[in-house]
């Protein structure tokens, strides 16, 4: 719901529109404002946590995350549907790291991959089935039930949780860092609402720079806080782990790529083809549907070949696969852009699960809520980098290319899809630190197996 929820208004937007009498690209504040809320509370989701209980937060965060919905739905205007939006996002902010949370807490580590598999499915799906989604229901029922079809899943998610989960809480009772809490915040906001302005047209470049350099600013000094606090907000001790370091810094590469891949794959089917946007919205399903092919072969490769050749030779075909994108054209026959997005999308998949694998497999019990907050701080980032990358290299293209006139062509997609592949093969310069039998408790490989 969380994450779908994020992508799902983007194709529904002329018809709110008219239902708010506004203009569509007003309502660009819905996601905005639910982006951002995500972003100012979610620090202060691994402290809530240990604090309550991690089902009681998890159910009430659905409870919140529902009733938000239930409130957009109903929503006869731009101000009740942006304030509806901002509690969603509070409720997001602590539904899923804290989900994600009360598994790392009560897995195995000889089941934590398999477990990690299937908690990192959605986050590939739902930015690309989200859009293709929120078109169809807006246009053969209406636009009110992207939300209100949130409420039965809510049902089932509060009910299983309080049936399943184990109510974990810290031993330990940490006093909230609330210094942290008001310097990661803005820091967040400020980042995020950045990112958000360089993907957006008609954005000014001063703006741009303020919320990104207050935003850097302000995280500048939570850090320097964080490395001062007896217990602070952020838990930067865990970076001191290599393979924590390693999906963190190198990881950031992937996500960032992955996450401009659907960006920018749209707007070139769209305008550098000149294909309409529900055979767009298909082929995009292309990498969808790669990703759930390789669900099922996931753990048997990382048993096979274990985290650092997976993520080197993966994360190269990545790269290739991102960058291969370049060759297409409006000649290009859809089989061959659908075997092309297929393979991107197992590589999406293989490479998603591998990283959120191997970020928890040595982080003591002790240091997990502290790492799982500062992994969903980042993935966040990332996520907001992909699209600003994306546009920011639609831009350089834009401002470099050797032609005359204006407007985006496929020459500038080229461009864009090179450089995009490029950052996604830099992040394997990370994976080479990697010892070959990095995590082999979790992934089951050892160097005989593979040979």
């Not at 506004?22 to 819905?30: E, F, M, V």
């Not at 980098?385 to 500038?412: N, T």
Request: hydrophobic share 55%.
């Amino acid at each position: 719901m969380e994450l779908l929820d994020g992508t799902i208004i983007a194709t529904a937007l002329p018809q709110m529109a008219a239902s708010f009498r506004t203009n569509p690209i007003d309502l660009n504040i819905g996601m905005t404002a639910y982006m951002l809320a995500v972003a100012v509370f979610l620090p202060a989701s691994g402290w809530v946590a240990d604090r309550f209980g991690s089902r009681t937060v998890f159910a009430t965060a659905i409870v919140v995350f529902s009733v938000a919905s239930i409130l957009c739905g109903l929503s006869g205007g731009l101000e009740t549907f942006t304030a509806a939006r901002i509690l969603q996002g509070m409720g997001g902010a602590m539904m899923v790291p804290v989900g994600r949370l009360a598994v790392l807490n009560h897995t195995p580590k000889t089941e934590l991959m398999r477990s990690i598999a299937y908690i990192t499915w959605p986050s590939l799906a739902a930015p690309i089935i989200g859009p293709p989604l929120g078109g169809f229901i807006a246009t053969y029922a209406s636009w009110h039930w992207i939300f209100f079809l949130n409420v039965p899943i809510g049902v089932a998610g509060v009910v299983l949780a309080l049936a399943l989960l184990p109510d974990h809480k810290s031993p330990e009772q940490k006093p909230l860092d609330g210094l942290g809490f008001a310097l990661t915040a803005p820091a967040l906001f400020g980042l995020m609402y950045g990112f958000d302005l360089v993907g957006r047209p008609g954005s000014t470049l001063q703006t741009t720079l303020l919320f990104l350099v207050g935003g850097s600013i302000a995280a500048a000094a939570a850090v320097r806080h964080a490395r001062r606090h007896p217990h602070p907000l952020l838990d930067l001790s865990v970076l001191k782990v290599p393979t924590y370091a390693v999906t963190t810094w190198g990881g950031s590469m992937f996500r960032i790529a992955i996450g401009a891949a659907p960006f920018l794959l749209p707007l070139l089917f769209q305008i550098g083809f000149g294909r309409n946007a529900f055979v767009s919205g298909l082929l995009v399903l292309s990498l969808f549907a790669g990703n759930v092919a390789m669900k099922p072969l996931t753990t048997r490769i990382l048993r096979r070949f274990g985290f650092r050749r997976v993520l080197i030779a993966n994360g190269l075909a990545l790269g290739v696969s991102i960058a291969a994108c370049a060759f297409f054209s409006a000649s290009t026959p859809t089989i061959p852009i659908v075997i092309v997005l297929f393979a991107s999308g197992m590589s999406r998949s293989l490479q998603f699960t591998a990283l959120n694998t191997l970020a928890f497999a040595d982080i003591p019990k002790s240091q997990m809520s502290g790492a799982n907050t500062l992994a969903s701080m980042v993935q966040q980032l990332n996520a907001g980098l992909g699209i600003a990358g994306g546009a920011l290299a639609l831009r350089l293209a834009l401002l470099f290319g050797l032609r005359s006139g204006e407007g985006l062509v496929s020459d500038d997609f080229r461009v864009a899809f090179v450089v995009v592949g490029g950052v996604a093969c830099l992040g394997v310069l990370h994976c080479l630190k990697l010892s070959p039998t990095a995590a082999a408790e979790v992934s089951g490989h050892s160097e005989s197996s593979s040979r």
